[in-house]
């Protein structure tokens, strides 16, 4: 899922009943999204068949 206005996306999805994954290796805030250098700023998710998806900041 691409977004430009990711942390709203994330609090859908979250209100909807997401459930965000964590990862240790990675600094993620209270919503669960990594703003670490070198990348867009990106949160983790599973699908319903375990498939791990992603939302994260385009532009």
Same mark, same amino acid.
Not at 10 to 33: M, P, T, W
Not at 40 to 59: H, M, R
């Given at each position: 899922? #691409?977004?430009?206005?990711?942390?709203?996306?994330?609090?859908?999805?979250?209100?909807? %009943?997401?459930?965000?994954?964590?990862?240790?290796?990675?600094?993620?805030?209270?919503? %669960?999204?990594?703003? *670490?250098?070198?990348g867009?700023?990106?949160?983790?998710?599973? *699908?319903?068949?375990?498939?791990? #998806?992603?939302? #994260?900041?385009?532009?």
């Open positions: 899922m #691409l977004s430009t206005e990711k942390p709203l996306a994330v609090d859908d999805l979250s209100a909807r %009943g997401v459930a965000f994954e964590r990862y240790d290796q990675f600094g993620q805030n209270e919503k %669960g999204i990594s703003r *670490d250098e070198g867009p700023p990106i949160a983790w998710f599973k *699908d319903p068949a375990g498939n791990v #998806l992603s939302v #994260l900041e385009v532009g």
